[in-house]
């Protein structure tokens, strides 16, 4: 097995890299990298910085509006931003319930939520009930 990255993937790697240094809010970097709570507000303001690069979603099939990322520019993405002090991207919308519409939601339901989840308009929970609690 060849665990060299191919330059094409370098140069992804170096793209991402330059983007997060250029846009990631210091202020944030500095409260991933120390370990201190991070608000809403700034899961916000980073995954609105990523959807206006369109790459909130870069991840998601280009047929949903993504860019189609392999698996390997999903890790390098990931390795990078984290690298840099990015805060993790709030999965549930983007991977948890976008998944369940590309696969089984309505034509309706796929452009309208799709769309506000891969533009950060959309956010989404999980919500737990415990019997007899």
């Not at 370098?10 to 793209?15: P, V, Y």
């Not at 990523?50 to 390098?76: M, R, Y």
Request: hydrophobic share 40%; aromatic share 12%.
């Amino acid at each position: 097995m060849d665990l060299a990255y191919t330059p094409e993937e370098l140069a992804f790697r170096d793209e991402v890299r330059a983007c997060v240094k250029a846009h990631l809010p210091p202020d944030i970097a500095r409260k991933v990298l120390e370990h201190r709570r991070l608000e809403k507000s700034d899961y916000v303001r980073w995954q609105d910085i990523l959807a206006k690069q369109g790459w909130l979603a870069g991840h998601w099939p280009a047929e949903h509006g993504g860019l189609g990322w392999t698996p390997v520019q999903s890790h390098l993405f990931d390795e990078e931003t984290a690298a840099a002090g990015a805060p993790r991207l709030i999965p549930f919308g983007l991977n948890m319930v976008a998944p369940v519409i590309m696969a089984y939601g309505s034509a309706w339901q796929k452009e309208h939520y799709l769309a506000r989840i891969r533009t950060n308009q959309d956010w989404w929970c999980q919500g737990y009930s415990e019997p007899d609690r």
